[in-house]
């Protein structure tokens, strides 16, 4: 059996990886998205929602019984100890979903498999997941995203963006580097070359 080239994705919030992923998808690369297993892993229903519950209080469930993040997210963003919490209850049943879909995609028979994460580096998982891509961006546009597609205030916005290492740091760890303070087409260009380089 060839080697699957195992290829990770991360950057800062805000900064596109998301873009990036769906890139990779265009051309039926298998893409494992840690937010996504986050989202199921506390869907109605699970133990991992009933532990959050527990933990903070039922103002964190929307009206219909789902997580309500937003709410969960003024409480746990704003003070470390909480946040760290969060993360004990939920990353058990993240990792457990994350790896039962890396096997499908692994056993899928593409060449390639990309792992989009956006803890990647701050996991110390970025040495399993090489080569390594990073997607950057300017802090004022993670700011200028995040307040439009989150409704958050500047400051809310900044909360977020502090939680994470920076993104530089993770650039610098990176193999290659996407910036996205452009254009669209500008970013689809950066994907092009890092194509070619990674199936060359």
């Given at each position: 059996?060839s080697?699957v080239?195992r290829?990770?994705?991360?950057?800062?919030i805000?900064c596109?990886?998301?873009l990036?992923a769906?890139?990779f998808?265009?051309?039926?690369?298998?893409?494992v998205d840690d937010?996504?297993a986050a989202?199921d892993?506390?869907?109605p229903g699970?133990?991992?929602?009933d532990?959050?519950?527990e933990e903070?209080?039922?103002?964190v469930?929307a009206?219909?019984?789902?997580?309500?993040r937003p709410a969960?997210?003024?409480?746990v963003f704003?003070?470390?100890a909480?946040?760290?919490?969060?993360?004990?209850?939920?990353?058990?049943?993240?990792g457990?979903?994350v790896a039962?879909?890396?096997q499908?995609a692994v056993g899928?028979?593409?060449p390639?498999?990309?792992?989009?994460?956006?803890?990647?580096?701050?996991n110390?998982?970025a040495?399993a997941?090489r080569?390594?891509i990073?997607?950057?961006?300017?802090?004022?546009?993670?700011v200028?995203r995040?307040?439009?597609?989150?409704?958050?205030s500047?400051d809310?916005?900044?909360?977020?963006?502090r939680?994470?290492?920076?993104?530089e740091?993770?650039?610098?760890r990176a193999?290659?580097?996407?910036?996205?303070?452009?254009?669209?087409?500008h970013?689809r260009?950066?994907?092009?070359?890092v194509?070619?380089?990674?199936?060359g």
């Amino acid at each position: 059996m060839s080697r699957v080239l195992r290829v990770g994705l991360t950057g800062g919030i805000a900064c596109g990886k998301s873009l990036v992923a769906a890139w990779f998808r265009e051309r039926e690369i298998p893409v494992v998205d840690d937010d996504l297993a986050a989202r199921d892993a506390v869907a109605p229903g699970t133990p991992t929602l009933d532990a959050i519950v527990e933990e903070f209080g039922a103002e964190v469930l929307a009206a219909d019984g789902s997580l309500d993040r937003p709410a969960l997210g003024r409480i746990v963003f704003a003070e470390d100890a909480r946040r760290r919490r969060l993360m004990e209850i939920t990353h058990p049943a993240i990792g457990a979903l994350v790896a039962e879909r890396l096997q499908e995609a692994v056993g899928s028979g593409a060449p390639m498999v990309v792992y989009e994460s956006a803890l990647l580096v701050e996991n110390g998982a970025a040495e399993a997941w090489r080569p390594l891509i990073v997607v950057r961006a300017t802090r004022d546009a993670q700011v200028r995203r995040l307040a439009k597609r989150n409704g958050f205030s500047t400051d809310e916005a900044l909360d977020r963006i502090r939680s994470q290492m920076s993104v530089e740091e993770k650039a610098a760890r990176a193999d290659h580097v996407i910036d996205n303070d452009g254009t669209i087409d500008h970013l689809r260009d950066q994907c092009e070359d890092v194509w070619s380089r990674l199936i060359g």
